[in-house]
Antibody, heavy 123, light 108 residues
């Protein structure tokens, strides 16, 4: 069974760093792109970026380029989303997602979603 | 960037109603469009991909149509489990995907 299991909720202060994770199981982790989606409180879904764990090829939405870093450790089948200096506006639910077709970055119809990681940034 | 719009933003309907949600793209996306359902506190769920293909396990009362810039999601007979928010998403732009703003379907 394919599963994406994300790390738990985080409460941080502005200026702090953070790295959240998404562990894939039940499939060949290095063969499928993994993406990240943000949902701010009471708002819609926003595409952040995507990584291919096989070779770490990474693409970012222009809105998030330079604001976050997406990475992956294929030895432990885990993708990451990290911030070097959090802002209050980073408060949101973050989902990792996987497309249905291996190796295709353009396959944007995501049939598998993680359970979400709630990040709260407050002083 | 391709922009997505949805109408209406909120829809009040009754069980058994036929419901239609429209999604428009700012430029042609061929049939590279997906529809998701999201319930409060849950991750979105894929309903429709490639504009009109029903995801496995999704009830047949859901259907999608359209191509180019205009798309629709139809629920043929609304059920109690269908009250949720629905999002369209384009995946025509290579790795630059965009979601619509969402349509909330609530009880009339």
């Amino acid at each position: 069974e394919v599963q994406l299991v994300q790390s738990g909720a985080e409460v941080k202060k502005p200026g702090e760093s953070l790295k959240i994770s998404c562990k894939g199981s039940g499939y060949s982790f290095t063969s499928y792109w993994i993406g990240w989606v943000r949902q701010m409180p009471g708002k819609g879904l926003e595409w952040m970026g995507i990584i291919y764990p096989g070779d770490s090829d990474t693409r970012y939405s222009p809105s998030f380029q330079g604001q976050v870093t997406i990475s992956a450790d294929k030895s432990i089948s885990t993708a990451y989303l990290q911030w070097s200096s959090l802002k209050a506006s980073d408060t949101a639910m973050y989902y990792c997602v996987r497309p249905p077709i291996p190796g295709i970055a353009a396959a944007g119809d995501f049939d598998y979603w993680g359970q979400g990681t709630l990040v709260t940034v407050s002083s | 960037d391709i922009q997505m719009t949805q109408s209406p933003s909120t829809l009040s309907a009754s069980v058994g109603d036929r419901v239609t949600i429209t999604c428009r793209a700012s430029q042609s996306i061929s049939s590279w469009l997906a529809w998701y359902q999201q319930k409060p506190g849950k991750a979105p769920k894929l309903l429709i991909y490639k504009a009109s293909s029903l995801e496995s396990g999704v009830p047949s009362r859901f259907s999608g149509s359209g191509s180019g810039t205009e798309f629709t999601l139809t629920i043929s007979s609304l059920q109690p489990d269908d009250f949720a928010t629905y999002y369209c998403q384009q995946y025509n732009s290579y790795s630059l995907f965009t979601f619509g703003p969402g349509t909330k379907v609530d009880i009339k």
